[in-house]
């Protein structure tokens, strides 16, 4: 489980940056490549000892940043896969989840975005170092995060993306959730891990597929998962409907399930 040890963010000519002592040992090569180290519980940063922060309030102090905007969507690269599980374990550590998501109004992965924008280009890597050296001719601090977001500012005004291609990679912190309430289907291999986020982008959850399931069986599961129907064929959307079934079958007996193996 990794640590936050700098948490930056920038919107405009407005900074944010804190450091946290990390509670786990940061792992030699780590240090090599950051330049962060612990000694005698004190953070330092290519030999310079750094202020810091709790947990609490690096958190609180962000929150107080993002207040100074009217609900902003954060920008990140590879935000989905890293930045957002990383940080919304920390939120429910200190118990900040639900001020943070009626904070900002959603999150933007810039990973995915350029993927989009540049796919017509000769572009092979799209790490968030190699774009700025590639589009901007530049290079900067990759390890450090504050630099981070200031070259991904720099990167975002340089490509000018329509606010439709912003769209189709914005997600929000309640889809986030009900992607994450799904994982028990996708471990069981009852949908797959696509077929859980385009449920989760249409809100749905694993309490909502037992509540259709419970309340008007079977047609109410259909129906739920009616928008499944406009990408697939009719025979594979009864299989993944009548998977999904069968698992909310096994759930709620969970008995029967043990008795047959």
Request: charged content about 20%; hydrophobic content about 40%; aromatic content about 6%.
């Amino acid at each position: 489980m990794c640590d936050i040890i700098q948490l930056s963010a920038v919107s405009g000519d407005h900074t944010f940056n804190v450091y946290m002592v990390p509670r786990q040992p940061i792992q030699r090569g780590a240090s090599v490549i950051t330049g962060f180290r612990v000694r005698r519980q004190q953070l330092y940063l290519h030999n310079r000892s750094l202020p810091t922060n709790t947990l609490r309030e690096a958190l609180t102090s962000f929150l107080a940043f993002l207040h100074m905007f009217h609900k902003p969507l954060l920008a990140g690269h590879n935000i989905r896969r890293f930045d957002c599980p990383v940080l919304l374990r920390a939120l429910d550590e200190v118990h900040l989840r639900g001020e943070f998501k009626h904070t900002i109004s959603g999150f933007l992965d810039t990973l995915l975005l350029a993927r989009e924008l540049l796919k017509d280009t000769s572009i092979q890597s799209f790490r968030q170092e190699n774009l700025v050296k590639m589009i901007l001719g530049t290079s900067y601090q990759a390890h450090n995060a504050l630099e981070d977001v200031k070259a991904l500012q720099r990167l975002c005004c340089a490509w000018m993306p329509t606010s439709e291609q912003v769209l189709r990679h914005t997600f929000t912190l309640a889809q986030m959730e009900a992607q994450a309430s799904l994982l028990p289907l996708v471990q069981g291999k009852a949908i797959s891990k696509p077929t859980a986020s385009k449920l989760a982008s249409w809100g749905v959850t694993l309490e909502k597929l037992k509540e259709a399931q419970r309340q008007c069986p079977p047609d109410g599961l259909k129906q739920l998962l009616e928008p499944l129907k406009e990408n697939l064929k009719d025979a594979s959307f009864r299989t993944i409907a009548g998977k999904i079934s069968d698992f909310l079958k096994q759930l709620q007996c969970p008995e029967l399930n043990r008795a047959a193996s």
